[in-house]
């Protein structure tokens, strides 16, 4: 297991920028793919984005493509996303997961596909 703590939510304006943090409690060489998701009050958890740590492979919800970009840092065993143009529908409990188990080549847009999650931070986007 790894254990993951999110940063950076916090209430912003339509239009505005965030970027959430999601630091990783073991060097990231034992994680292979890591994925940002978000839930909101009465909805299923969704992806957000993910990328794989082999090849750098991301993959993006239609909803936030082009508005969103995840990216990590290995020296700070942290992973980012980048949130721009936000919207009201934007908002959410983020939370970022991490793949032990070793990939295959999908997109990993299941909560199944990961093994370790963080506790989420809230992203309130007014209107």
């Known amino acids: 297991q790894v254990q993951l703590v999110e940063s950076g939510g916090r209430l912003v304006q339509a239009g505005a920028s965030l970027r959430l943090s999601c630091a990783a409690s073991?060097?990231?060489?034992?994680?292979?793919?890591v994925g940002w998701f978000r839930q909101a009050p009465g909805k299923e958890r969704e992806i957000v984005a993910t990328?794989?740590?082999?090849?750098?492979?991301?993959y993006y919800a239609d909803s936030v493509k082009g508005r969103f970009t995840i990216s990590r840092d290995n020296a700070k065993n942290t992973v980012y996303l980048q949130m721009n143009s936000l919207k009201p529908e934007d908002t959410a409990v983020y939370l970022c997961a991490a793949r032990l188990r070793p990939t295959y080549g999908g997109n990993y847009s299941s909560p199944a596909e990961y093994d370790s999650w963080g506790q989420g931070t809230q992203v309130t986007v007014s209107s």
């Open positions: 073991r060097r990231t060489f034992s994680i292979n793919a």
């Open positions: 990328m794989t740590y082999s090849r750098g492979s991301t």
